[in-house]
């Protein structure tokens, strides 16, 4: 018999019990549907992930006032940004500080309601280090920061039920008009629900004392960690151990990593379901070779060794296990690409996902199929003619 003869011959099994067959394939498509979307829809994240740090950088540094050893909150130096842009790498500093103020919707709204939406002074150049842009309206300007008006953040918006600039809000008793509304800050989530005002309009209106609460540098890559060593004693001479650093794309790259841990647990999973599979094509060759007991008899009376026997069970076995693969592949990308679609991700599916599903696919088919084989080349010809009639 040569190749295409044993694949016509395993063939026929399968083609004379169709329903039988499509649900023994369906357990190892599901699985193997189950490895490549998961491996699919991790890397096509990853590289989303790995595109958004590429635009937002990896180079922006925080230094944020903490507490003394009394837990009292300390105030960073009003010289604080002016300091660090004197630091070789720096290419740009700015600062935020947080402001204790009362937001609300409108005059008629309890004090007490607030909506969760804080109150920050801003200086002009934030949106610039920070690689932020507004949504609708403009951002705080020269002459517009000493003005009792405000940007609010894409949830403090949201929040207070505003939708377009020029709408008004209370901020403690003084009406703050909304000349813009931020796009969500993705290095910096915080400002999402913050109403930011000038420098010079927090002075003005609710006694600021200049003091920064955050302050933000952007450096060359190259010199990210350098930076960040001297950063802390910079901002607070003397008193760095009250200074927390950090990097905020650390946050994004963390996320990366737990998504990874993920798709190394789905895996697993998709490998139970390939297992489970398995099993069920060997049960169903199994109980193939009980009700074929006639054809192996006849086709041993006719001359085919056990070789041949074998060889037509283990082919039977493989192209059973080779349709549910290559349909789960079919799936799993098809999965892929409608998710991918669905969150805005460019798709990604590796080669070695469905290649090394299908050959896995192969390798499981052939171990559940080699007792069926050997059950049904163990068979004598009288023995199986007799047992049939």
Known sequence: MNALDILRVGAVGLRA???????????????????????????????????????????????????????????????????????????????????????????????????????????????????????????????????????????????????????????????????????????????????????????????????????????TDASVEAVRAVLARTVNPGNEGTVRVSRPSDALAAKAAADKGLTTLMLGLGTVALLVGGVGIANTMVISVLERRAEIGLRRSLGATRGHIRLQFLTEALQLSALGGVAGAVLGALATIGFAKAQGWTTVIPLWAPVGGLGATLLIGLLAGLYPAARAARLHPTEALSAAS
Do not use: C
Request: proline residues 4%; hydrophobic residues 45%; negative net charge.
């Open 17 to 219: 019990r169709r329903a039988r067959v499509v649900l023994s394939a369906l357990g190892i498509a599901i699985g193997i549907a189950t490895m490549v979307a998961v491996v699919g829809m991790s890397t096509s994240s990853r590289a989303d992930l790995m595109e958004r740090l590429d635009r937002l950088g990896t180079n922006l540094l925080t230094a944020e006032a903490g507490k003394d050893a009394l837990g009292q909150e300390v105030k960073l130096p009003k010289t604080a940004t002016a300091m660090v842009e004197r630091i070789g790498a720096v290419q740009h500093a700015t600062a935020t500080a947080d402001l204790d103020v009362r937001i609300r919707r409108s005059a008629v709204v309890p004090e007490e309601q607030t909506a969760g939406v804080t109150a920050q002074a801003a200086r002009t150049d934030l949106l610039e280090a920070l690689g932020a842009r507004t949504a609708r309206g403009v951002w705080l300007d020269g002459p517009g920061e000493g003005l009792p008006v405000t940007v609010l953040g894409a949830i403090a918006a949201e929040r207070l039920g505003v939708t377009a600039p020029g709408e008004t809000i209370m901020m403690n008793d003084q009406q703050f008009v909304i000349v813009g509304i931020l796009e969500p800050v993705e290095l910096v989530p915080t400002l999402d629900r913050v109403a930011l005002v000038g420098f010079p309009s927090a002075e003005r209106y609710f006694g600021f004392d200049g003091h920064p609460t955050t302050v933000f540098e952007r450096s």
